[in-house]
């Protein structure tokens, strides 16, 4: 299915964010392109996603997404997605400590005219940050 292989492109070009500026992958999303990173938080546009997703890939290097499964259903695609790296940068105001995290995953895309129109990634964050802080003084 084209859709599958789209969001298997998108994950296998990056990681996701590093090179997310690159035209193979902004070409993959539709005009109308909307990213959910939580429920209630849309960033519109190829640019919203660009920005939203630097922070996170910026702040681990050799950072890593396995995608270890998918599911398709009309023009739905969800990824369910392991994400391992360490801690190189800033990560919501918690310094680099080369801290490793692993965490899971999941992201539901949303296709139209063959393009990306909507992708919604849900995540722990309080998990990752407690990856991060992890043995650090409180």
Do not use: W
């Not at 070409?27 to 519109?44: A, C, L, N």
């Not at 695609?77 to 965490?103: L, S």
């Amino acid at each position: 299915m084209l859709s599958v292989a789209a969001v298997s492109a998108a994950f296998e070009t990056g990681p996701v964010g590093r090179d997310c500026a690159s035209a193979a992958l902004t070409g993959m999303f539709h005009p109308d392109f909307v990213f959910y990173p939580q429920i209630d938080s849309p960033r519109p546009d190829a640019a919203g996603f660009i920005d939203a997703e630097k922070k996170h890939v910026d702040a681990f290097s050799e950072i890593r997404l396995t995608v270890l499964d998918t599911v398709a259903e009309a023009d739905k695609v969800g990824a369910y997605v392991v994400v391992e790296g360490d801690q190189r940068g800033d990560y919501y105001g918690i310094p680099p400590r080369g801290a490793h995290v692993r965490f899971s995953m999941f992201n539901l895309f949303t296709f139209k005219e063959g393009k990306i129109i909507e992708k919604r990634a849900h995540y722990n964050l309080a998990d990752i940050m407690n990856q991060l802080t992890a043995g650090s003084a409180a």
